[in-house]
């Protein structure tokens, strides 16, 4: 199940698949990332669509090793942005379906999705935070970049607009309640470790692995 890709107009540009959303979300995600992983080592990204945010976080974040994984039909386009960016710290594109019995084991302590939780179904999101829980350490962290509603109400009403354009093209889709996701995390030993407001209504949250303690709370930069 393909997860992480924009929902628009994906052309190709020098022979590489290219997303005029991935081009205008990357400098404020990049903003959060520099705040939120400044002491992660290796990160899992979950649906790298394209492969733009791969080759540009890695470039402007080389103290992280970045594991880019998608579904297999996408991951010859991810491929052309990891062979053009020549980074030391980026490496080749995985194979990662969500609903895949076994997930590779990159031994990463942090995972990055962007654009995911409102595309798939709600238990396809539990399958991902349920097999996020399994593979990180005690103190891992996960990282998730999207629109997100607060006490069952949509933040605006362009969100409330895409929501319906979701569903409509896919009934089991559309935009999460925070404090439904929040809970299933919490379920799963994670608690909300930031919450950070990004341009166009959409959120930068990350939870971390607890091991009994709750981490401090970002909510701004």
Known sequence: MSS????????????????????RNRDPILAGLRVVFADRHLVLEIGSGTGQHAAYFARHLPHL?????????????IRS???AAALPNLCDPVALDINQPAWPDTGADAVFTANTLHIVSWPVVERLFETVASLLPADGMLAVYGPFNYRGRFTSDSNAAFDAMLRAREPA???RDIE??????RQLG????????????????????????SPPLVSHL
């Open 173 to 175: 889709s559309g935009i």
């Open 4 to 23: 992480g890709n924009p929902v628009g107009t994906v052309r190709v540009e020098q022979g590489r698949p290219f997303s005029e959303a991935c081009e």
């Open 81 to 83: 942005w990891t062979d």
């Open 190 to 213: 994670f608690a909300s470790s930031a919450d950070l407001a990004l341009p166009a209504n959409n959120r930068l949250i990350v939870w971390q692995r607890t091991s009994g303690r």
């Open 65 to 77: 090793i970045w594991q880019p994984s998608d579904i297999d039909a996408h991951l010859p386009g």
């Open 180 to 185: 439904a996701v929040d809970r299933l995390a």
